[in-house]
Structures are given as structure tokens and as C-alpha cells.
């Protein structure tokens, strides 16, 4: 259940954060790169036209991918460094590049990014998805690997030896006649052969 609520909390954190960046984005689309950039002109920032198209580009394709829950790890990261460098390019600023004026939605984009990027999307993102399919996959590829490897020490292994027959022993039908020898106490015993009675 807990992790049900995780991941359901996951979506509507990717869904509105990501929805807001990709909002900002499409906004700065419209708007065009010149007025973007003239935006960030007037704040005092080095090379306003990149930063126009940084931005605009982040959170075009940083929104989208976080709420198709793609990537999050990452894509969070990076909208968490854009909303750390446009709050420090334009505290106290009217008419933030990012959010049109509200500092304290600046703070929390960049709250709920980190948090995404350390979180993750949940279960119910592409990354989870994706990952799931591709442990399957190489599940799948050492079980095969395994078998291969266990059948080619099999073929290559000796069949095992007989146990071999401990020293002193003669399994009865390998008895083999032997010469008997004489000595002081008369005829020797033949091992495996029964002692005859003398001749008169």
C-alpha cells in the first residue's frame, strides 16, 4: 500500500512540475528567442540570447520528460541547477524568465526537482518500464549462458572411474588360481580356494 502511494504520489509530482516547466517553455516558444533574451537582457545576464535558448529548451524538453517519467534522475537534476541559476540571476526581479514574477514558486520548481531526481518517477514512469524490461532481458540472457556453460563442462568432463577395490581384496569372480608354495607347516593356502584334506 505504501508503495502504491509512492508512486502515485510520484506521477502527480512528475505531472505538475513537469507541466509547469514544459507551460514556461512553450511560453518562451511563442514569445520568440529575441524576447526571451531581451527579458534576460534587462536582468544583467552574460549572453542572453543563450541563456534564452538554454531555457527554453530545458524546460521544453525536461518538462516533457518528466512527466513521461523518462530519464527523471537526470532531468531533474538539470531543472534544478536552471531554477538555482535563475534565482540567483534574478532575486527580487519582477517578470522572472521562469515563472513571471513568483520567487516562491521558483523555490518550489526547484524543491520538487531534486526531489524527483533523488526519488525517482515510481513505478508508473517509462524509466520503471524500461528498467523492468531490461532485467528480464538480462535474466534471461544469463540463465541461457549458464545452461551453455554447464553443458559444455559436461561434455568435456571424464565419465567418472570405478571405486577402485581396496588392497587385499579379490572380488570372487576374478579369483585366479595361484601356485601354491610349500612351507614349514605344509601346503599353503590358495586365496579364494578351500584347503584339501592330506592323502593318506
Keep these: 500500500m505504501r508503495r502504491t502511494l509512492h508512486d502515485l504520489a510520484s506521477l502527480a509530482a512528475r505531472l505538475g512540475v513537469g507541466g509547469i516547466f514544459f507551460a514556461n517553455g512553450w511560453h518562451k516558444l511563442e514569445a520568440g528567442l529575441t524576447a526571451t533574451g531581451d527579458q534576460f537582457a534587462t536582468l544583467g545576464a552574460p549572453a542572453p540570447g543563450i541563456w534564452a535558448a538554454t531555457t527554453m529548451l530545458m524546460e521544453l524538453v525536461g518538462?516533457?520528460?518528466?512527466?513521461?517519467?523518462?530519464?527523471?534522475?537526470?532531468?531533474?537534476?538539470?531543472?534544478?541547477?536552471?531554477?538555482?541559476?535563475?534565482?540567483?540571476?534574478?532575486?527580487?526581479?519582477?517578470?522572472?524568465?521562469?515563472?513571471g514574477g513568483d520567487v516562491n514558486l521558483v523555490v518550489a520548481l526547484g524543491?520538487?526537482?531534486?526531489l524527483l531526481a533523488v526519488g525517482g518517477g515510481g513505478r508508473l514512469s517509462v524509466d520503471h518500464m524500461v528498467v523492468i524490461k531490461r532485467r528480464e532481458t538480462e535474466a534471461a540472457e544469463d540463465f541461457a549462458a549458464d545452461a551453455e556453460a554447464d553443458d559444455v563442462i559436461a561434455a568435456l568432463r571424464e565419465p567418472e572411474a570405478l571405486d577402485?577395490?581396496?588392497?587385499?581384496?579379490?572380488?570372487?569372480?576374478?579369483?585366479?588360481?595361484?601356485?601354491?608354495?610349500?612351507?614349514?607347516?605344509?601346503?599353503?593356502?590358495?586365496?579364494?580356494?578351500?584347503?584339501?584334506?592330506?592323502g593318506e
Aim: with cysteine; hydrophobic share 50%; net charge negative.
Design 164 to 198: 577402485p577395490v581396496p588392497d587385499g581384496l579379490v572380488p570372487d569372480e576374478s579369483v585366479q588360481a595361484a601356485p601354491a608354495h610349500s612351507g614349514e607347516g605344509g601346503d599353503a593356502l590358495v586365496a579364494g580356494q578351500k584347503r584339501e584334506p592330506a
Design 63 to 99: 518538462g516533457a520528460l518528466l512527466i513521461a517519467g523518462l530519464a527523471v534522475p537526470a532531468c531533474g537534476l538539470l531543472l534544478f541547477a536552471e531554477t538555482v541559476a535563475v534565482f540567483v540571476l534574478a532575486t527580487g526581479e519582477q517578470g522572472l524568465p521562469l515563472t
Design 111 to 114: 524543491a520538487a526537482s531534486v
